[in-house]
């Protein structure tokens, strides 16, 4: 009697989660751009939040674990697959195929992260909150093969509402915990224990309810999708360590107080990808689509009028930032406290460096994904691997050098160029397959 109930219940919240209205493209847009938002600005808001409630120094500490090393690891678990699994629309792949790939993928990334920690010289504290961090992002990486699948079944609302969710579900039992205990470990393991309780209730849950989900896997499948997608992972793992070595040179030559500073300028990175993503992830399908039926010249317009929307907005927010990223500032540190009085109003003009250097990530990313579609790997691969040599040169010399000036001028001095080279890589191949009228591999 209670399985029956339980099981009522369980059909009733999903059917609440599946249901669309009359317009569903338009609760696809709706909802990717909530759940975007959602993700993005915890994301943005969390490392200010505890750098106000429990100090500088754990502050810090979170802020790395959370937005550096932890999002490493989310990235090992990731794998770089989701643009491979969103455009297979050739299901070359079934979701069973995803799925195990993923649960290996999140156990690597556990492994890895555990065995850094061991012996990295941290203390035990700080390697412990980290490794909850660590712990909370691979269960992020894991609902990210379930949301994949709902965009390429064409329920990207659901992919929406499963951000939405989960973020509000584990970031608000982490501030809570915080709040009352002021004990950053015992959040942590709160956080992880309610984000996998939404990856069960907002992914795992409706996704047994949808049609057209191939749960069927083999395991000689496994290592042929393993070798497609080598590239891309090693390629996403390279782009964020080229994104994130300004903030692994402070971790390395400065204190966990810097770490937290620097972790405050740089949200406005996170609100201009969010922008981006909005204008981006919606014409994914449209532009893989074009390029399968070789409609180049469409292709090409449509990927013109996508750059224009993110060139003009990346503009815009380095414009806003300039004019008002010294009020901005100062009203952070009031709300932090009048221990944080002129500690980040000082950095306007690195503040203003960092925006636009997250206009240009926000560029790449677009052409990043024009040549997953395009299915050049080796390409990307290529870029980053020359990225990552001189991200590795540059930003702890900087960093040495100039502190967090010169992580600022690290940073977008690395985006420049990498920009430069997608840019210039996709549209290469765009306009030899156009005139060629095909394109072969």
Known sequence: MGGGQAGKMADKWVSLLLRTGGDKERENVIWNIIGSFCYAFASMVLSFLVLRIIGKEQGGIFSFGYSTFGQQMFLLAYFGIRPFH???????????????????????????????????????EKAAVIFLLVCYKVVDGLADVYESEFQRNGNLHL????????????????????????????????????????????????????????????????????????????????????????????????????????????????????????????????????WNQKRFSRFARLLLKI???????????????????????????RLLGSAYTGSLTVYHSSFVVIVLGGGFYAFLNLYYYVLVIIRRQKVIFGIYFILTLLAAWLAPRLVAGYGIPGAAWAYVSLMVVMAAGFVAGAWILVLHCGNKGECSA
């Open 86 to 124: 969103v455009t297979d629309g050739r299901g070359s792949y079934g979701f069973g195929d995803y799925l195990h790939h993923r649960y290996i993928t999140c156990g690597m990334a556990l492994a890895v992260g555990a065995a850094y920690l061991a012996f990295c010289g941290y203390g035990r």
């Open 159 to 290: 992919t929406g509402k499963s951000n939405t969710f989960r973020t509000l579900l584990s970031v608000g039992t982490f501030l809570v915990v915080l709040i009352l205990w002021k004990d950053l470990m015992a959040a942590c393991v709160a956080a992880v224990a309610a984000q996998a309780a939404g990856v069960i209730l907002f992914d795992r849950m409706v996704i047994k309810r949808l049609s057209g989900i191939q749960w069927e896997w083999r395991r000689d499948r496994l290592l042929p999708l393993t070798w497609e997608t080598i590239l891309l992972f090693v390629s996403v793992f390279l782009d964020f360590y080229i994104f994130s070595a300004s903030k692994y040179a402070i971790d390395a030559c400065m204190d966990d107080v810097a770490s937290g500073y620097f972790n405050l300028i740089f949200m406005p990175t996170s609100m201009i990808n969010l922008a981006a993503g909005f204008v981006i992830r919606p014409v994914l399908t449209f532009l893989t689509d074009d």
């Open 307 to 333: 750059s224009g929307v993110i060139a003009g907005l990346s503009t815009a927010a380095v414009v806003l930032a300039w004019i008002l990223g010294k009020p901005m500032l100062g009203i952070m540190e």
